[in-house]
């Protein structure tokens, strides 16, 4: 009976106000913040190859194929905070086998399955085929069983099947441009698409969400390579380095734009929810939304990007900027991620209270499974780099 006391006094003492009973207690917890955060990477590095790909902007070409090794090895991380969060996740083959072409959740499943494996996959298969059949013959051990094995038998070196490979791998890449926007921009439609929730419900969220996800994809692959040719003790191409700073520029101030409409157009509206949001946006979400989502997430990053278009210091100077203005858009998309989430879940149906989310260390929940999940894909990728390097690539018929 006193255990019963002490675990009711504890969500009480997490209530500000009035709020029905349900609302107590959040459903969606830290898992449900890192799930969308983790996409998002995903689709903004896989737009990142595309630049170079699809739309010729050559000078990325050395972070090619890094953006794509990124995205699948997040890509092959993104449900498992899904699986954390689920209390029963082993039933979720019944997604494949009982299709429900209404729900979106159900619809994600096959869109997760349809990236995966049709187009992240095929595509490095087909820019790395003639690298496997190159890498076989010299390699000794499970590399060589791994090279053998993945050529499918198909052991063809010459000019003719390296084209091939190429028109088809751009094939592939041009259906994942619209398939990564439907990766994430499916997560954005379901916040949106929530009307009894005036925190989520604007048609601009699947936009919104599309964008930071690019900004962080493209944040991450910059720092990434960074790092790599760090510990390679590699030069780092500056004139790739600042492309890809500057596209990120861009996009920040889109994805930035888009937020603040939205925000001018609550105000502007002042519907009955507005003063509820008010006090969230100054109170609760003080910190997390104007310090670390607007401040140094995305108003510091768009200071010196700036800067840096119409003023270029010294390399040293630069390669430091970018590196700090990485971090900073990559800590920003996360809160942004965050606020959605937990700003949704803060305020009372009844707009007359709020609740609290208290941050558990461990449990299923807790921050220590998000760092793992967080670290896992980065471990992949360190694998996926020593299996299939792109410093080793041949440059011999190149696209």
Request: with cysteine.
């Amino acid at each position: 009976m006193k255990e019963h006391y002490q675990h009711l006094y504890e969500i009480l003492s997490q209530v500000d106000g009035y709020i029905y009973p349900n609302e107590i207690e959040m459903n969606w917890g830290l898992m449900i913040v890192l799930y969308p955060y983790i996409t998002g990477l995903v689709a903004g590095a896989f737009i990142l190859a595309s630049l170079e790909r699809v739309f010729n902007v050559k000078v990325l070409r050395p972070t090619y194929h890094l953006a794509l090794l990124t995205a699948l090895s997040f890509l092959f991380v993104a449900t498992l905070p899904l699986v954390s969060h689920l209390t029963q996740p082993l039933h979720a083959y019944r997604i494949l086998i009982t299709p429900n072409p209404t729900s979106a959740m159900a619809i994600f499943g096959f869109v997760y399955l349809w990236y995966l494996m049709v187009v992240l996959l095929l595509e490095i298969w087909f820019d790395y085929r003639r690298d496997f059949v190159l890498w076989s013959k010299d390699s000794k051990g499970f590399k060589k069983f791994f090279y053998k094995t993945i050529t499918l038998g198909i052991n063809d070196t010459d000019e003719k099947s390296v084209k091939i490979d190429d028109k088809l791998g751009y094939i592939i890449t041009l259906i994942g441009i619209p398939s990564a926007f439907l990766l994430h921009g499916y997560v954005g439609f379901i916040f949106g698409s929530i009307k009894a929730n005036p925190w989520w419900s604007t048609v601009l969220m699947p936009v919104i969400f599309l964008f930071s996800a690019m900004v962080s994809g493209i944040a991450l692959v910059m720092v990434i390579y960074m790092i790599v040719n760090w510990v390679r003790r590699q030069a780092i191409d500056m004139v790739c380095l600042d492309t890809i700073a500057k596209y990120l520029f861009y996009i920040l101030i889109i994805a930035f734009a888009l937020e603040s409409l939205d925000q001018i157009h609550r105000f502007y509206e002042a519907e009955e929810s507005f003063d509820i949001i008010k006090i969230l946006v100054n109170g609760k979400l003080n910190l997390t939304l104007l310090g670390f989502q607007i401040t140094i997430g995305t108003i510091i990053p768009l200071a010196v990007l700036g800067l840096f278009q119409v003023y270029q210091p010294s390399e040293k100077l630069r390669k430091i900027a970018y590196f700090i203005v990485g971090l900073f858009v990559l800590f920003g998309i996360f809160f942004m991620r965050w606020n959605v989430v937990m700003g949704g879940q803060m305020f009372s149906k009844s707009f007359s209270g709020f609740t609290t989310y208290k941050i558990n260390i461990f449990g299923m929940e807790g921050t220590l499974m998000a760092t793992a999940w967080l670290v896992l894909p980065i471990l992949i990728l360190m694998f996926l780099l020593w299996l299939m390097p792109p410093w080793k690539k041949s440059t011999e018929y190149l696209h």
